[in-house]
């Protein structure tokens, strides 16, 4: 029975109310117990909501401050990191580029670097001749090398003394060259016969040494010996083995070129004359 029912039993009633009064009491009386109780819950209720709101808001601040604490101590790390790492602090190694070279002087006819003990000119394929330079055979070149072989023949290596390859125009190694790219094509010719005007036997200073039948020295007691003794005439090996990208040719086991006394620093150092120059070297710019 509700508030509602209880007034309308009152009014209808009314002329027994001692009656109805005795009759509803225990009701109104568990009627306001039942309500104090309901209100007692919703004080409770809105009490543990306020209390949840409050967790809720701290818990919320609480993560977001060791969100930040975490990206700030994460920031610093990767920093820390990236300062301390090795890496951070490694250079890579680079090609070097044409500038970063030593640079040979031109003097229109030959480029040359000075040595320690006097001029040094310089042919490859970065580095050309004027094609009206000819100094023919130098006296100097030429008495060392019969030196050298005349020692080889001594020693009992089937060379020689009267044979080689020494002195060549322009236009002699122009046509040498056209006849062997007609044999072999542009790209393997270029491995191993320059092109007018970028051959060191124009400059009087390269030899190829022949054996007694004529042909390129290959012998490999002979070509060993010259590798080893070259310098001690004043010559070095020109192009090593291995070395095709610093020198522009195959190795050439026969082909020696005339430096004079830097020669013997040169083999010391194990290095091509471009690499003990610092002088650009390996193919043709086109």
């Given at each position: 029975?509700?508030?509602?029912?209880?007034?309308?039993?009152?009014?209808?009633?009314?002329?027994?109310?001692?009656?109805?009064?005795?009759?509803?009491?225990?009701?109104?009386?568990?009627?306001?117990?039942?309500?104090?109780?309901?209100?007692?819950?919703?004080?409770?209720?809105?009490?543990?909501?306020?209390?949840?709101?409050?967790?809720?808001?701290?818990?919320?601040?609480?993560?977001?401050?060791?969100s930040t604490s975490i990206v700030a101590f994460s920031t610093r790390t990767r920093s820390q990191v990236e300062e301390t790492s090795p890496s951070s602090h490694f250079t890579q190694e680079t090609p070097k580029s044409a500038s970063a070279f030593t640079k040979a002087s031109?003097?229109?006819?030959?480029?040359?670097?000075?040595?320690?003990?006097?001029?040094?000119?310089?042919?490859?394929?970065?580095?050309?001749?004027?094609?009206?330079?000819?100094?023919?055979?130098?006296?100097?070149?030429?008495?060392?090398?019969?030196?050298?072989?005349?020692?080889?023949?001594?020693?009992?290596?089937?060379?020689?003394?009267?044979?080689?390859?020494?002195?060549?125009?322009?236009?002699?190694?122009?046509?040498?060259?056209?006849?062997?790219?007609?044999?072999?094509?542009?790209?393997?010719?270029?491995?191993?016969?320059?092109?007018?005007?970028?051959?060191?036997?124009?400059?009087?200073?390269?030899?190829?040494?022949?054996?007694?039948?004529?042909?390129?020295?290959?012998?490999?007691?002979?070509?060993?010996?010259?590798?080893?003794?070259?310098?001690?005439?004043?010559?070095?090996?020109?192009?090593?083995?291995?070395?095709?990208?610093?020198?522009?040719?195959?190795?050439?086991?026969?082909h020696i070129r005339y430096i004079g006394e830097e020669a013997s620093d040169i083999y010391q150092s194990g290095q091509t004359l471009e690499e003990y120059f610092d002088l650009p070297g390996g193919g043709y710019e086109d």
């Amino acid at each position: 029975m509700n508030r509602v029912s209880i007034v309308c039993s009152t009014k209808i009633k009314n002329g027994r109310g001692k009656v109805f009064e005795e009759r509803t009491g225990p009701y109104r009386e568990k009627l306001t117990r039942y309500s104090r109780n309901i209100q007692k819950v919703l004080v409770s209720l809105s009490l543990f909501v306020l209390v949840a709101c409050v967790s809720s808001k701290e818990e919320k601040e609480v993560k977001q401050s060791s969100s930040t604490s975490i990206v700030a101590f994460s920031t610093r790390t990767r920093s820390q990191v990236e300062e301390t790492s090795p890496s951070s602090h490694f250079t890579q190694e680079t090609p070097k580029s044409a500038s970063a070279f030593t640079k040979a002087s031109f003097n229109g006819s030959y480029y040359s670097v000075q040595g320690k003990y006097g001029e040094i000119i310089i042919v490859n394929k970065k580095h050309p001749l004027s094609s009206d330079y000819v100094p023919g055979e130098v006296p100097e070149a030429v008495s060392a090398f019969h030196e050298i072989v005349t020692k080889m023949q001594s020693l009992g290596y089937a060379v020689s003394t009267t044979n080689y390859s020494g002195f060549r125009s322009y236009e002699t190694q122009a046509d040498l060259y056209q006849s062997y790219v007609a044999k072999d094509g542009k790209d393997n010719a270029d491995r191993y016969s320059a092109r007018a005007g970028y051959s060191e036997h124009q400059t009087g200073l390269a030899y190829d040494v022949l054996d007694s039948s004529g042909a390129l020295l290959t012998e490999p007691g002979a070509t060993q010996w010259l590798a080893e003794n070259a310098h001690s005439y004043g010559f070095i090996v020109r192009y090593l083995p291995g070395k095709e990208d610093s020198t522009g040719y195959m190795p050439e086991s026969w082909h020696i070129r005339y430096i004079g006394e830097e020669a013997s620093d040169i083999y010391q150092s194990g290095q091509t004359l471009e690499e003990y120059f610092d002088l650009p070297g390996g193919g043709y710019e086109d």
